[in-house]
């Protein structure tokens, strides 16, 4: 089945080039961040493309995008597959959107071949995968997953300031065309093909990435309270500086997390000091640590030793130290039926694959959640993401999109 039609590589080319415009930067990256004006071109950009072809184009209240291909028996559940299509600040033109955009390319080759599917195909573009404008990310999937909109989320802010509902809505306004569903309609499965975001295919000079599951991440903010006062005049044993105490505390933390366990990650990615003035010591601190690992219990102990280690050193110091989760997704893992499917969509395209864990998360750990799931990962120049100068080589963009096709077939195969 898979030997009757291939992907259009050159039209696939295009339409990355194509949507790199849209909040294309001068550095060759791109700036489309959720729910933003950039990001309803891109969704628009997208529907006109799809209305073009004669399929339909839906969209539910978190403005997940739908485009649909009927099936011979359409009132089945869909196979879905996608990525997203908003970026961060300075982001690259392949993450989100070569998943998207060969997703897309995987649909109009099956139309140009004539290729009838048991049940409807559908590709997603989900919404503020990334999380850089609203927090926090895949907000789209996890909406999906619920089955409806957090509550907490109606008086959420983005770091621009503005209202994340009223955005929302203004996206939703500016694709009248698109017919509206409910959040969390039964789906069949779902593929996402993604760049890797890491080094090692690069390196191994492996074309795929077979993904069978992602690590978990749990994110804390640390506060640090001390006393401010004067940097001349306060001896050190007059200071109660929160400082002090963060140092104390990270330093080893550093020295053991991921030394100690190669599969662990500890990143301090945020970093407050209040007041923050040249010449005084600081009234207080706050961080945030990103915590990830495969396994839930390794978690449990990462957060507990930096807890124990905020608490110790804020005593040491004469400071008070409290640490709250803020973020938690546990590790998932995929389909084994879709893996299955993939191995043998590669084995038909003669690639040879590897077998990986996701260290980022992405929006199919959500929908893995509800539906079958599983993703493909190909390489991007020095592993470098989230970076205006990402890069994925043509050749790696075309045949993650005949993986994808050749994938989505076995899948429907599978389910026949």
């Known amino acids: 089945m898979t030997s009757r039609t291939t992907v259009d590589g050159k039209r696939l080319l295009k339409r990355l080039d194509d949507f790199a415009k849209i909040g ?6 791109v700036n489309r961040q959720a729910l933003s004006v950039e990001d309803r071109g891109s969704r628009r950009l997208l529907a006109e493309l799809a209305l073009a072809r004669g ?5 539910d209240p978190m403005a997940n995008l739908f485009i649909r291909r009927e099936g011979l028996f359409p009132q089945r559940p869909p196979f879905v597959i996608g990525s997203h299509l908003d970026s961060q600040p300075t982001g690259g033109r ?10 897309f390319e995987v649909m109009e080759s099956l139309e140009d071949a004539g290729i009838e599917t048991d049940f409807p195909l559908e590709v997603v573009a989900w919404t503020n995968e990334e999380g850089s404008r609203f927090a926090p990310g895949t907000m789209g999937s996890m909406a999906f997953a619920a089955g409806a909109i957090p509550e907490a989320w109606s008086d959420l802010r983005g770091r621009d300031g503005a209202l994340f509902v009223d955005e929302l809505e203004a996206t939703l306004k500016a694709l009248p065309e698109a017919e509206m569903r409910p959040l ?13 975001q890491g080094p090692s295919l690069e390196r191994e000079n492996i074309p795929v990435g077979i993904v069978y599951g992602i690590q978990g991440t749990r994110w804390l903010e640390v506060r640090i309270d001390g006393q401010a006062a004067h940097a001349g005049t306060t001896a050190l044993e007059f200071r109660r500086d929160p400082m002090a105490a963060a140092v104390t505390a990270l330093e080893p933390l550093y020295r053991s997390a991921m030394p100690g366990d190669p599969r662990a ?3 301090v990615g945020r970093f407050a000091v209040e007041p923050g003035s040249v010449n005084s010591i600081p009234g207080s601190v706050t961080f945030t640590v990103d ?12 957060e507990e030793r930096v807890r124990q280690a905020c608490d110790n050193a804020s005593k040491a110091n004469g400071c008070q130290s409290t640490t709250r989760q803020i973020f938690d997704m546990p590790p998932a893992l995929f389909s084994d039926d879709l893996l299955t499917c993939l191995d043998r969509a590669a084995a038909s395209l003669g690639l040879k694959t590897k077998r990986m864990l996701s260290g980022a998360f992405h929006d199919a750990l ?11 990962f190909v390489p991007c120049r020095d592993g470098l993401s989230h970076n205006e100068a990402e890069y994925v080589e043509p050749a790696h963009s075309i045949e993650g999109a005949r993986m994808l096709l050749a994938a989505t077939l076995e899948a429907f195969a599978a389910s026949a």
């Open 94 to 103: 392949f993450d989100g959107a070569l998943g998207t955009l060969a997703a």
């Open 55 to 59: 399929f339909r184009v839906f969209q």
């Open 184 to 196: 969390g309609f039964p789906i069949t499965g779902y593929l996402e093909l993604h760049i890797e």
């Open 24 to 29: 294309g930067t001068p550095a060759g990256g």
């Open 291 to 302: 915590l990830r690992h495969p396994e839930t219990n390794a978690i449990d102990d990462l």
């Open 366 to 376: 959500f929908v893995s959640r509800v539906a079958p799931a599983a993703m493909i």
């Open 265 to 267: 990650r500890f990143t």
